[in-house]
């Protein structure tokens, strides 16, 4: 990759690969982001429920139970909010 641009003329491309660009940049963005959220949703369960080494090569059952619900209560969390903002977007409206 060393011999790639260290900046590319946006301004030079086809407004076919602008938009193609645009779209590769949106969709990474929205990877780092998922990325970002799984990764803070996993050290959170972690911590609060694998509280002890794994030493049998897998989690005890109360540390699964616990990382699920930890899981299945963030994801309803989650839907409550995403719920709640798009039902304030169309009052709005």
Known sequence: MDDL????????????????VENFLKGTNQQLSVNKIVANLTKTCWEKC???????????????????????????????VVKALSEAELRKR
């Open 50 to 80: 694998i509280t002890s080494p794994i030493t049998q090569g897998a989690l005890t059952s109360r540390e699964q139970s616990c990382a699920s619900n930890c899981v299945a209560r963030w994801l309803e969390s989650q839907s409550s």
């Open 5 to 20: 641009p260290e900046r590319i003329n946006v301004s030079a491309l086809s407004e076919t690969d602008r938009q193609e």
